[in-house]
């Protein structure tokens, strides 16, 4: 049997960094705590958490004082560097640049439209809740909206003025299809602007694993559960290939899907660890040497 793991999947530049911040701040064996999930891979989070990493939530942060905190590559709102500095705590600020730039340039939309006194609809493409586009929406002082889905653009007010961005690992097909739905019912003289802020280091992927996937059998996508931009990925691998089946780590892999199989291909999210598809690698091996055995 062949098994092959996705060369394109792994933690993109963002998430590496702020891993690599983490490590090298807990190896001088201070005390760090990480706002939220370093990254939305359990598996991950466990292996920080042995080298001493404590994650806190914003409650836990509010209370903190005197402290060192990462914050991770998703970015945070402004009400969070506003805490920090109230507080005491020394911010260890792994905000992905990418993230960073599109909260600046919301940002700015926002404050030109408040001095201008004009009537815009700050709207972001994104996943509600999502650490990211929290950290998006605090630019504009809550006031931007947010559309998850194609059918949620409807629900815009087209007599006013729209300005569209999106979550930085989003589908960049459906955002496009947002685009032309507005295009197609803004009411002049109410103008619509829009601006891709979709990371080409994850948009690119969706090609990639296109063809990972139509290359094996058998999919094993590995990725937390929490992973949005995991989920959008492994939609795209169960489209091409119906054997595809998302895993957490080697303990989900199911046995009986080896039966038969000549190739299985192991891919995952921008937040799932090399190591980790390594890990799912080796029990597969393992297992087929205990068969024969």
């Not at 998302?246 to 303990?251: A, Y």
């Not at 190739?263 to 799912?280: D, F, N, Q, Y």
Request: net charge negative; glycine share 6%; proline share 3%.
């Amino acid at each position: 049997m062949n098994v092959e793991i996705d060369k394109g999947s792994g933690f993109c530049f963002g998430v590496t960094t702020a891993i690599n911040k983490a490590e090298e701040e807990l190896a001088q064996g201070e005390v760090l705590y990480c706002l939220g999930d370093i990254v939305h891979n359990g598996q991950e989070c466990e292996r920080l958490k042995e080298m001493g990493l404590i994650t806190i939530d914003h409650n836990m942060f509010e209370k903190l004082h005197d402290a060192k905190v990462l914050l991770r590559a998703h970015g945070e709102p402004p009400s969070t560097y506003q805490i920090a500095k109230k507080n005491n705590i020394k911010l260890i600020d792994a905000t992905c640049p990418v993230v960073l730039r599109l909260q600046k340039r919301i940002k700015k939309q926002f404050d030109d439209q408040v001095v201008e006194d004009k009537d815009v609809q700050i709207v972001i493409y994104g996943k509600s809740g999502h650490a990211e586009v929290l950290g998006l929406v605090g630019q504009t002082k809550g006031e931007a909206i947010v559309i998850e889905s194609l059918k949620e653009a409807e629900s815009l007010d087209f007599t006013r003025d729209i300005r569209l961005y999106s979550q930085t690992t989003k589908s960049l097909n459906e955002f496009w299809l947002i685009i032309e739905y507005i295009k197609k019912n803004i009411i002049p003289p109410a103008t619509f602007e829009y601006y891709d802020t979709i990371c080409r280091q994850v948009a690119n992927r969706m090609p990639n694993i296109r063809d990972f996937a139509a290359s094996h059998e058998l999919i094993f996508f590995v990725c937390g559960k929490k992973s949005s931009n995991g989920k959008i990925l492994f939609n795209e691998c169960k489209k091409i290939n119906k054997n595809s089946y998302l895993i957490d780590g080697p303990e989900e892999i199911d046995r009986s899907l080896l039966e038969g199989v000549k190739s299985v291909g192991i891919c995952g999210a921008t937040s799932t660890p090399k190591w980790l598809m390594e890990r799912c690698k080796e029990a597969i091996l393992e297992d087929l040497s205990n068969i024969k055995k």
